[in-house]
């Protein structure tokens, strides 16, 4: 049967799922059944088709303390789903609607949304911490006892059934298929958007890129499409020279094996004075200041995408700033969720942007432990969870 075809009679009701919770930091996950009230205004509920596990759920996951260490809670943020029922004030959505959900929010009406500088949201943008977008901790699930459980950068979807705003959520055309588009609702349009939109790469320029996990190669892909000429991969694990050349990785550094030199000596001499651009895809403030370091004096720009669990300082050279080289941060990849996905969908279709290669893995969403086994020993790249299989 197609995966996308939906019917549904719980309009109004709360549903009783499957759902992976978290009960405890850095514990395995564990397959309950749920209760999925229905969405409130502005709020749609979607049966999620198909997930995948992304090194910033593993941040959350492994996080004991401050405000976002809330348990228990739903994980997961790259899905793909299909509309159940919509909440009152719903434009745009209906029952059957094949949709991305989308942790990075895009309300259309405020100033930021509207100006094309930034994919910045300053009526919705916030530190994740509440449950839902407009009711604060107000929480659409309940485990078997009714204790309430939170939900996870508005998106939750290691869940059969979950509820998103319609700041998160953007319609696509059916043709794509599912575990590719899923791809696109974190890891791919962050990678692919950051040297698009953030660095502006262009024909002829040179790329440097620290972690080519699927951020890290989509950025590869972004910067291939964009004509860079030379798109050197930085890693500890050497396998990924051979798998990053599927994405335009014309070169590789690996960490391990710098000698007395420092990863951006070496990248200095491998470019006759650093490259155009950095990407940081890892999340370590030391290879931060690193990918800074790698860029040319002058105009190079650096683009920090990992995601720094402690949110720790970084330490970067004034002088080298004065002399031109900036350094930009990226949540989604710079993009509007609901303008630019559905062009990264149409260039997909167009067989212009490649989203091969990025699943290494499918299992069945009962086996989401495994997915996050084989991510955090390096063992794939993307793990699709089928809710069917
Ligand atoms: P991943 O775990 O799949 O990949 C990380 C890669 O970095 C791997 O290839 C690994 O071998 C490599 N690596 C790890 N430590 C290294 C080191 N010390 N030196 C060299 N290489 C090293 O992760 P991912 O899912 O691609 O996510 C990458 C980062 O991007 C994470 O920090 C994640 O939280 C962040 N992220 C940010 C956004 C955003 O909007 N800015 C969105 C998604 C993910
Ligand atoms: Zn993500």
């Not at 930091?25 to 564990?30: D, F, I, K, Q, S």
């Not at 990678?191 to 502006?200: L, Y």
């Not at 002399?323 to 710079?334: A, M, P, Q």
């Amino acid at each position: 049967m197609d995966k996308t075809s939906f019917s549904s009679c719980n309009k109004g009701k709360p549903i009783r799922c499957k759902a992976a919770i978290c009960r405890k930091a850095g514990e395995a996950l564990v397959i309950e059944e749920i209760q999925v009230d229905p969405p409130q205004a502005y709020e749609v509920r979607i049966k999620i088709i198909c997930t995948s596990l992304c090194h910033t759920d593993i941040t959350f996951w492994k996080l004991t303390h401050g405000p976002r260490a809330k348990f228990p809670k739903i994980l997961g943020h790259e899905a793909v789903g299909v509309v159940e029922s919509i909440g009152e004030h719903v434009d745009g959505f209906k029952q059957g609607d094949v949709v991305l959900p989308v942790f990075y929010p895009q309300c259309e009406e405020c100033k930021d949304c509207k100006s094309p500088k930034s994919n910045w949201c300053a009526r919705f943008c916030d530190d994740f911490l509440s449950n839902t977008r407009r009711y604060g901790t107000s929480s659409r699930f309940k485990d078997s006892s009714g204790e309430i459980i939170h939900h996870h950068i508005y998106v939750s979807s290691f869940s059969e059934y979950t509820v998103v705003d319609i700041a998160h959520l953007v319609k696509i055309s059916p043709e794509i298929p599912v575990h590719k588009a899923a791809l696109l609702s974190c890891c791919v349009s962050t990678g692919v958007g950051a040297a698009w939109k953030v660095a502006g790469v262009e024909e002829g320029s040179t790329v440097a890129i620290f972690g080519l996990g699927a951020v890290g190669l989509a950025v590869a892909e972004g910067a291939r499409l964009h004509g860079a000429s030379k798109i050197i991969g930085v890693d500890l694990n050497p396998d990924k020279f051979e798998i990053g050349k599927r994405f335009g990785i014309t070169d590789f550094v690996n960490t391990a094996s710098c000698g007395e030199k420092t990863i951006s000596q070496v990248i200095k001499e491998m470019t006759g004075g650093g490259v155009d651009y950095s990407f940081e895809c890892i999340g370590l403030a030391s290879l931060m200041e690193e990918a800074f370091n790698s860029s040319r004096t002058g105009s190079g720009k650096t683009v920090i995408l990992g995601m720094e669990k402690n949110a720790s300082p970084i330490s970067l050279d004034s002088r080298a700033i004065i002399r031109g080289r900036s350094v930009h941060g990226s949540l989604f990849g710079g993009l509007k969720p609901k303008l630019d996905i559905p062009i990264l969908v149409d260039r997909y279709l167009k067989k212009e942007l490649n989203l091969d290669g990025f699943i290494t893995h499918e299992i069945s969403f009962e086996e989401i432990n495994k997915a996050f086994d084989l991510l955090v020993e390096g063992n794939s790249i993307r793990c699709i969870m089928w809710m069917d299989k």
